[in-house]
């Protein structure tokens, strides 16, 4: 697993006539993980689509490496970017260690069995996600939870360069969503991911980018980003952001304004 450069050049995405993305320009540095961070229709998982390229942009371009991703093969690609998100739309007749395997495949023959290091790398990645003890059940009777765990463990068999997370966390308990966020810190690769919860995206990320009715409005390491001032522009509700004294990342504590506060 080798790490790649991502460039997001004035990317401009829609749907129809309305605009899902406008002029949106990122980058991300070998190794780096980078957030995006928005309110709900703000354009994260809009963008997330373009770099996996299910969307294509109607102005911009999507670089990895310097290579337009456009122009890679669909087995480049799977070679080079692995994906989780929200909703998986599949329901896999398959065990938990079978949907894993499927990582393999893009760096496979057809019809071609696992090698030792297939079966060492679907290993590795079931214990990485935490799921070694559901490797024999059947991934469709597993909870939503325990699901994506096992999709975040088919893309880190991908040995992929990018990898790109929608919400991984969403489902997740506490400690699966730091051992997940944990993890894929320490990854080689590169990790753009979509976040809704700030906290963790401030001790996890390395730099953020926020996303507002489609534009990038900030960017930079979270705590040059996450200020009250932003957040209540982009949120609408007041806060207080401090540095927390033992992880020393920003921690943000959000207050009710009139009208919020439950009795």
């Known amino acids: 697993m080798t790490a790649t450069e991502l460039i997001i050049d ?4 829609t749907a129809g006539s309305h605009r899902l ?3 949106v320009t990122l980058t991300a540095h070998p190794g780096e993980v980078i957030g995006l961070v928005g309110p709900n229709g703000s354009g994260k998982s809009s963008l997330l689509r373009a770099v996996y390229r299910v969307l294509r942009p109607v102005e911009g371009r999507v670089s990895l490496d310097g290579a337009d991703a456009q122009s890679l093969t669909v087995r480049q690609l799977a070679r080079t970017v692995a994906a989780v998100v929200q909703e ?5 007749d398959l065990s938990v260690r079978e949907v894993v395997a499927m990582g393999r495949t893009p ?3 057809l019809l071609a069995g696992d090698t030792a290091e297939d079966l060492a790398l679907i290993e590795e990645a079931l214990s990485t996600a935490g799921v070694s003890g559901l490797a024999d059940r059947p991934f469709d009777r597993l909870s ?3 699901r994506q765990r096992v999709l975040i463990a088919r893309a880190l068999t991908q040995q992929p360069a990018l990898l790109v997370l929608d919400e991984p966390t969403n489902h997740l308990d506490i400690r699966h969503q730091l ?4 993890a894929l810190h320490r990854l080689p690769a590169t990790v753009l991911v ?3 919860d700030l906290n963790l995206a401030a001790y996890y990320c390395d730099r953020l980018y926020v996303l507002s009715n489609g534009e ?3 960017s930079g390491p979270p705590a040059e980003v996450l200020t009250p001032r932003l957040l209540a522009d982009v949120y609408g509700v007041g806060s207080e952001v401090v540095i927390h004294p033992r992880t020393g990342a920003p921690h943000v504590t959000f207050l009710p304004g009139p009208g919020q506060l439950q009795t």
Do not use: C, N, P
């Open 21 to 23: 993305v406008r002029d």
């Open 107 to 109: 760096h496979k023959r």
């Open 144 to 146: 939503g939870g325990e």
């Open 194 to 196: 979509a976040l809704h």
């Open 179 to 182: 051992d997940v966020l944990g």
């Open 10 to 13: 004035g990317l401009t995405l």
């Open 88 to 92: 998986s739309g599949a329901d896999f």
């Open 216 to 218: 990038v409005i900030a």
